[in-house]
């Protein structure tokens, strides 16, 4: 059964960065058919997909969140990153990471989230 | 953007009953179109893919249809468990998009 599982800090200061890992079991990213996101939830309110990683195809991410992001891979250790930088409390959400089925964004499987909060 | 439009947002009914929630797009997503159950303190679960297949596991009670930008989602003989937020989600071009999610209360 694939798992993803999202570790980091859950109190970020303003305008420093936010930094989550997304740790893989049951599946391998080198597999390189599946892509490999990152979606948002502030409490109460709907979803923000921030951005995906493809082995194949690279990177894209959505650009309302213009340059602050960044999603990188470590394959040897079955792990995707993610890095958003100059945070603001516009930013304090529960971050999934997901998996996006064979080449498609259909997210078959999620993490249990990870909540951040953005406050000094 | 294709902005995703959800309606209602929110829904009470019965067990028993029948209801439709309606998703649509402010462009063509062809049939990039999936469905996602979201129960409090959980994460989405991916229901219905391209516009209505239905994922493995995921009761017949649950149908989908559309293509384009109007797409539906119907559940039948509505059971208590059903109570949850709806989402859809275009996969046709990026930005991936979702509605604003509809709530079901049973």
């Known amino acids: 059964q694939v798992q993803l599982q999202e570790s980091g800090p859950g109190l970020v200061k303003p305008s420093q960065t936010l930094s989550l890992t997304c740790t893989v079991s049951g599946d391998s990213i080198r597999r390189g058919s599946h892509y490999w996101s990152w979606i948002r939830q502030p409490a109460g309110k709907g979803l923000e997909w921030i951005g995906r990683l493809s082995l194949t195809e690279g990177t894209t991410y959505n650009l309302s969140l213009k340059s602050r992001v960044t999603i990188s891979l470590d394959t040897s250790e079955n792990q995707f990153s993610l890095n958003l930088v100059s945070v603001t409390a516009a930013d304090t959400a529960l971050y999934y990471c997901a998996r996006g089925r064979d080449g498609f964004s259909v997210f078959d499987f999620w993490g249990q989230g990870a909540l951040v909060t953005v406050s000094s | 953007d294709i902005q995703m439009t959800q309606s209602p947002s929110t829904l009470s009914a019965s067990v028993g009953d029948r209801v439709t929630i309606t998703c649509r797009a402010s462009?063509?997503?062809?049939?990039?179109l999936a469905w996602y159950q979201q129960k409090p303190g959980k994460a989405p679960n991916v229901m219905i893919s391209?516009?209505?297949n239905l994922e493995s596991g995921v009761s017949s009670r649950f149908s989908a249809s559309g293509y384009g930008t109007e797409f539906t989602l119907t559940i039948s003989s509505l059971q208590p468990d059903d109570s949850a937020i709806y989402y859809c989600q275009q996969y046709h071009l990026y930005p991936i998009t979702f509605g604003q999610g509809t709530r079901l209360e049973i």
């Open positions: 391209r516009v209505s």
């Open positions: 462009q063509t997503v062809t049939h990039s």
